[in-house]
């Protein structure tokens, strides 16, 4: 039987008409418009699409946003004090550095995301942030992992007591989501380039995510049948084609509901962007009363 499709925009939707209402109960109640400031260093066309995407988002939901642009050949220091700029302005409640950064700038990558004040930190990548996570205090979590689980919880598939695998362990994604989905009490495991016998493994999955950046990765072979299988891979393997880690024509017929790339996860990243700049909004009025 083939598998119940979530079409990330359906979820997409939900997760943003709630921002949208609750900043507008913000700036009801304070009068602070929540804010977004988007650094960006260099002109990756990629990046470009994705900073656009986030400014056009923000201006439906009644978030106010900044692109701050640097050139390709920007310094650190330079990086980091526009960083600092940002941190100071009250306009702002969420920073975000587009990644990749350019090559010059790539070994400070820890340093420049560390820079940002972790109340402002809304891709949820600074240190304090994850280790709220991994104690269960979250506030700002990282976008990917965060919305692959809201979309669980829309799509009411139950999470508490399932068997949960994920593919991959990246700070980004595999690990964050990995925290998620063991305080909704699933039980985790988390598997890598190391892991021996990756498909019995995810065979026993009923919640399987993928998020290696490997087309094709997942086979029919690797899923249980009736398994939500969640693709969180962006795999470019023509200049105008996308897909993701699984072979979503031959899963879909095992799979009991699975996500499309194009059209799945990525959708949410972007929802999940603009509730974790209102919620930032939230904490930082309040901490201001
Ligand atoms: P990463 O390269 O940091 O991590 C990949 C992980 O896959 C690693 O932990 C590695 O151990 C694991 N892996 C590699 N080969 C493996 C194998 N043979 N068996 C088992 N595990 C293996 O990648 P990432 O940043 O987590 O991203 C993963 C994918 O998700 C990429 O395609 C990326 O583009 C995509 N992504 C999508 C979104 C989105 O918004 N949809 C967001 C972030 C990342």
Redesign the pocket.
């Known amino acids: 039987m083939a598998a119940r499709i979530l079409y990330g925009k359906d979820f997409a939707a939900k997760i943003k008409e709630d921002a949208r209402l609750e900043a507008e109960k913000i700036l009801k109640a304070t009068g602070v418009m929540p804010g977004l400031a988007v650094v960006i260093a260099g002109h990756d066309p990629a990046s470009e699409v994705y900073v656009r995407n986030k400014h056009k988002a923000c201006g439906e939901l009644g978030i106010f946003s900044l692109a701050v642009e640097l050139p390709e050949t920007a310094t650190k220091e330079e990086l980091l004090a526009r960083i600092d700029d940002l941190n100071r302005d009250d306009r702002i409640h969420g920073i975000l550095v587009q990644l990749p950064l350019p090559k010059g700038l790539a070994a400070a990558e820890s340093e420049i995301l560390n820079r940002i004040d972790p109340v402002k930190d809304v891709d949820g990548f600074h240190p304090v942030n994850v280790g709220r996570l991994s104690v269960g205090e979250a506030s700002l979590v990282p976008c990917?992992p965060a919305g692959c689980v809201r979309m669980l919880e829309l799509a009411e598939i139950p999470i508490d007591g399932a068997r949960a695998v994920i593919?991959?362990?990246?700070n980004?994604?595999?690990k964050p989501m990995m925290n998620l989905l063991l305080q909704r009490n699933a039980t985790v495991t988390v598997?890598?380039?190391?892991?021996k016998d990756?498909a019995a493994i995810t065979r026993e999955a009923d919640i399987l995510v993928a998020?290696?950046?490997?087309p094709g990765?997942v086979t029919a072979d690797m899923v249980k049948p009736g398994a939500t299988v969640i693709d969180?891979?962006?795999?470019r393997i023509a200049p105008k084609k996308l897909v993701g880690?699984v072979d979503f024509e031959a899963v879909s017929e095992v799979a009991g509901a699975i996500t499309p790339v194009p059209g799945g996860?990525?959708l949410l990243?972007i929802a999940m962007l603009m509730q974790n700049t209102v919620t930032a909004a939230r904490l930082q009025a309040g901490a201001k009363k």
């Open positions: 990917t593919i991959g362990r990246s980004i994604v595999g598997c890598h380039s190391h892991t990756l998020a290696v950046g490997k990765f969180v891979g962006i795999n880690d996860v990525g990243t």
